[in-house]
């Protein structure tokens, strides 16, 4: 029998080793895992290569105990904006420990779905013309400039879905679903944090958004994000407003 | 009166661009405004990046906060019927795929022969490209809003863009807190103008020479 369910949010990150490519999803806090991302932190893994939607998905692994745990971030707005100065990575970066490749969103999105799809490689006419061609391969498709991109393959993908069943089977709440389903197929090993384990066949066939052949391990959330952290991009998208 | 457009009334304006049955994505920040503004009479599809498709204004309510509803500035939006939601891989396929008719967002700086500069300032080492290269390259008409002066005073409409850009010559229409100026094959040509701003004190702020059109009017509301 298959059963993809783990015990605790610790087991299911336990064999995740040193200089690992590890994603993690959400798009600001909306769909990420929370408790994935925490557990990993209290893990001593190191040179850890990251790829998400902007570093705050790597927050808490950004200053373990003065150490960064990430050699490299691919994201896509890789700055902490809202109007910080202090922007974190920009003392790992300095002191040459971080390298951080951005990308823009879409081409990190498909990216990262050529690399679950098995395309090793694809061209886009987006940043052609700008500093985002420097160093790719170009060609005219249509009369039109393209750069050559990258497939990204993942060791781990950490995601959150709302309900998931043993199988691996996954359903997404609202804009949360954002970037987990393509990172959970880009990924060798995907743990899903879950709001809900529910039977199998309790989810609708017709409306399951990620298949189980995807998702490796499923975890019940152990606790909720924290209200402070919200409460916190609440100000600062409040203050940017008034700016 | 004579006084520069407030925030909102550039959003207003930006608005009625908008026509029925357009799909619309407005960028985070000031643009995001729009999602209020657009006209009861017409029916107008609003798409976010991080995956929905027509919802409604954002919320000003924080205490009705979803972290599961948000736009991909983080701030919380409404349902409407109709809505649908999917993954960032949809998303970009409906951006970078031409299944967009307008994208609307701000800019530090727009060039005369409309190229876009709005991820990154000459002093950042890494900058923030988020989805506005792919919004810009992939939808059919692009409107920037923005202030027609930076910080210092200094001409935001310019001849040749210093800020690394986002796009060569995709800009369509340009409104700012002075004006609305299109761009056309000949150049920049001034359409509308704030109420009480002449066309001589909006080019005095304007480093191309603009073309006036000979419709120029006041802009409504």
Redesign the interface.
């Given at each position: 029998m298959i059963n993809k369910v783990i015990g605790s949010v610790r087991e299911a990150l336990a064999d995740i080793p040193d200089g690992a490519v590890v994603a993690i999803g959400g798009f600001g806090w909306g769909g990420w895992p929370y408790n994935l991302v925490l557990e990993l932190a209290k893990r001593k893994v190191r040179n850890l290569v990251g790829v998400g939607n902007s570093p705050r998905q790597f927050l808490p692994l950004l200053n373990v105990d003065g150490h960064c745990m990430l050699r490299k971030i691919i994201s896509s707005y890789p700055i902490m904006k809202h109007g910080s100065r202090s922007d974190p990575l920009a003392e790992y970066i300095q002191k040459g420990e971080l390298e951080v490749e951005g990308t823009t969103m879409g081409t990190l999105v498909e990216r990262l779905r050529a690399g679950g799809a098995g395309i090793p490689a694809f061209y886009t006419p987006v940043g052609a013309g700008t500093e985002v061609e420097a160093g790719k391969e170009k060609r005219i498709f249509d009369s039109r400039e393209c750069i050559m991109e990258y497939a990204i393959k993942l060791d781990y993908a950490l995601i959150k879905a709302h309900k998931g069943d043993r199988l691996g089977n996954l359903v997404y709440r609202h804009t949360s679903r954002n970037y987990n389903p393509v990172m959970a197929m880009a990924a060798k090993i995907t743990i899903a944090q879950v709001d809900n384990i529910v039977d199998v066949s309790e989810l609708d066939p017709e409306s399951i958004v990620t298949p189980g052949v995807f998702v490796h391990r499923v975890v019940a959330k152990e606790v909720e994000t924290p209200v402070e952290w919200i409460e916190q991009d609440k100000q600062k998208i409040q203050e940017a407003e008034r700016r | 009166m004579k006084s520069r457009l407030t925030r909102q009334l550039i959003c207003l304006r930006a608005a009625r661009e908008l026509k029925d049955g357009e799909y619309v994505n407005v960028g985070i920040?000031v643009p995001a405004q729009i999602s209020c503004f657009i006209p009861p009479e017409i029916e107008v599809v609003l798409e976010?990046?991080?995956?929905?498709l027509n919802h409604g204004p954002i919320i000003d309510d924080?205490d009705k906060?979803?972290?599961?509803?948000?736009?991909?500035?983080?701030?919380p939006?409404s349902m409407k019927p109709g809505i649908s939601?999917?993954?960032?891989?949809d998303?970009?396929a409906m951006?970078?795929g031409g299944h967009l008719d307008t994208t609307i967002m701000g800019a530090y700086q727009v060039s005369e022969r409309g190229d876009l500069a709005n991820w990154?300032t000459p002093e950042?080492?890494?900058?923030?490209?988020?989805?506005?290269?792919?919004l810009v390259?992939?939808a059919k008409r692009v409107i920037v809003l923005m202030e027609h002066t930076d910080r210092s005073g200094r001409p935001k409409v310019v001849k040749e863009c210093s800020y690394?850009?986002?796009?060569?010559g995709v800009v369509d229409l340009i409104i700012t807190d002075m004006a609305v100026i299109g761009a056309i094959p000949e150049g920049l040509e001034l359409r509308e103008v704030a109420p009480g701003i002449t066309p001589e004190e909006i080019q005095a702020v304007t480093e191309p020479k603009l073309i006036i059109s000979k419709q120029l009017k006041e802009i409504e509301f």
């Open positions: - | 920040g976010v990046e991080n995956g929905a924080w906060y979803d972290v599961d509803l948000i736009n991909a500035g983080g701030q939006i939601f999917f993954d960032v891989a998303s970009f951006i970078r990154k950042q080492s890494i900058g923030a490209i988020g989805g506005g290269m792919d390259f992939g690394p850009l986002t796009a060569r």
